[in-house]
């Protein structure tokens, strides 16, 4: 879908008319720092601002630098990454920091054919990182970009994800890609309608998160993060809790220590990996 410039110039008109009263001051929205940048992109994958804002503090705290979790033990960044959910992103950013201290001298790169190759950076985070840290006038598409220009360009008719993105290439402004990307993250969660959006999703068979692998996976990993136990206490444990059978349970942990996030100790002692 082409664009004219007078479509460009009054959407973007809109959206800094509205950002220019309502922006959010948000830590991560104060420095180009792509270490920073980095951490704050991989921990508001999935997970609300409100969550991110205290563990974002608490991490940088602990680990102020890219060399300081590149020397982390994965247990130790696993137990700090606690009450986030997605536990997988914790090992993503240590494997990513220890790649960059290994080969890039502790320096993020500025391309994005680099950084896509990185654990855990997608097309949306890669991206992120260059505008955010770098001032790239490139264009990014997370959920909520994405719900605005099918809203105002396609009448809320979902498209294809090479549409969406043609279409946020042309919006851009010159020079202020930075700006323009978190008016567009602004004005998506706080201003546009979502109701129909959660009409929608309602309408869906969801399966209840206390049902999911997930849910379990991550009653595992906080269970260890209070140290280490054998694999029969802690199924025992389970299904008491939880009426799951041992079955299930053995596949909870043989699948959590194939992703590297429980490590067996010997006697059928489990724990979070230490190397």
């Known amino acids: 879908m082409k664009l004219s410039q007078k479509q460009i110039k009054k959407f973007q008109n809109v959206i800094f008319f509205w950002w220019d009263k309502n922006k959010r001051d948000l830590p991560w929205r104060r420095t180009h720092d792509p270490y920073h940048i980095f951490i704050s992109e991989i921990m508001l994958q999935q997970?609300?601002?409100?969550?991110?804002?205290?563990?974002?503090?608490?991490?940088?705290?602990?680990f102020p630098t890219v060399f300081a979790l590149a020397q982390a033990s994965p247990d130790r960044v696993l137990r700090v990454w606690k009450g986030m959910g997605y536990n997988r992103r914790a090992l993503y950013l240590l494997?990513?920091?220890?790649?960059?201290?290994?080969?890039?001298?502790?320096?993020?790169?500025?391309?994005?054919?680099?950084?896509?190759?990185?654990?855990?950076?997608?097309?949306?985070?890669?991206?992120?990182?260059?505008?955010?840290?770098?001032?790239?006038?490139?264009?990014?598409?997370?959920?909520?970009?994405?719900?605005?220009?099918?809203?105002?360009?396609?009448?809320?008719?979902?498209?294809?994800?090479?549409?969406?993105?043609s279409v946020a290439d042309q919006l851009v402004p010159k020079a202020k890609s930075w700006e323009w990307h978190q008016a567009l993250m602004d004005y998506g969660s706080l201003e546009l309608n979502v109701s129909r959006v959660m009409g929608q999703v309602s309408q869906k068979k969801i399966i209840p998160f206390r049902e999911s692998n997930r849910f379990y996976r991550g009653r595992i990993i906080d269970q260890l993060r209070q140290g280490n136990t054998s694999r029969n206490a802690l199924i025992v444990d389970f299904q008491k809790r939880y009426g799951k059978s041992r079955a299930f349970l053995s596949v909870m942990i043989h699948e959590l220590e194939r992703d590297g996030l429980l490590a067996l100790f010997g006697r059928g002692i489990i724990g979070l990996p230490q190397e």
């Open 47 to 62: 997970t609300q601002v409100s969550r991110v804002l205290p563990k974002y503090q608490e991490f940088l705290d602990l």
């Open 95 to 165: 494997k990513t920091a220890q790649i960059i201290c290994n080969e890039y001298n502790g320096h993020f790169p500025k391309s994005y054919e680099v950084l896509i190759k990185l654990p855990g950076l997608g097309i949306y985070t890669a991206r992120a990182i260059l505008v955010f840290a770098y001032k790239k006038n490139i264009a990014m598409v997370d959920t909520n970009i994405r719900q605005i220009i099918t809203h105002f360009f396609f009448e809320d008719i979902p498209q294809q994800g090479s549409v969406i993105q």
